[in-house]
């Protein structure tokens, strides 16, 4: 489970990095994504389709909010209780 998790992040992370910042960025996992201008709200959009695709987990549209998708932590959290066969 650990091992998941980490290969988790680190895709996450590596899409973030590839589709919202620029060559060289580095993003921490605490790292504001709004307040720091990575993600717009568009950008939550290509998250939510991103996630939901790769790690095979439906969010409710409720679910959609800065509380979640803010940093990597958040969105490890959201991924984490959405799992399938956690």
Avoid: C
């Avoid at 988790?8 to 060559?23: D, P, T």
């Avoid at 605490?30 to 790690?55: A, D, P, R, Y």
Wanted: hydrophobic share 50%; net charge negative; no cysteine.
């Amino acid at each position: 489970m650990i091992f998941e998790y980490i290969a988790v992040k680190a895709r996450l992370k590596e899409f973030i990095v590839n589709e919202f910042m620029e060559e060289g960025a580095i993003l921490q996992d605490n790292q504001s994504l709004f307040g720091s201008g990575v993600v717009s709200s568009l950008g939550v959009i290509e998250l939510l389709v991103f996630i939901q695709k790769n790690f095979h987990v439906a969010i409710d549209a409720a679910e959609i909010s800065v509380n979640n998708f803010d940093t990597i932590e958040m969105m490890m959290r959201l991924i984490e209780e959405k799992w399938p066969n956690r």
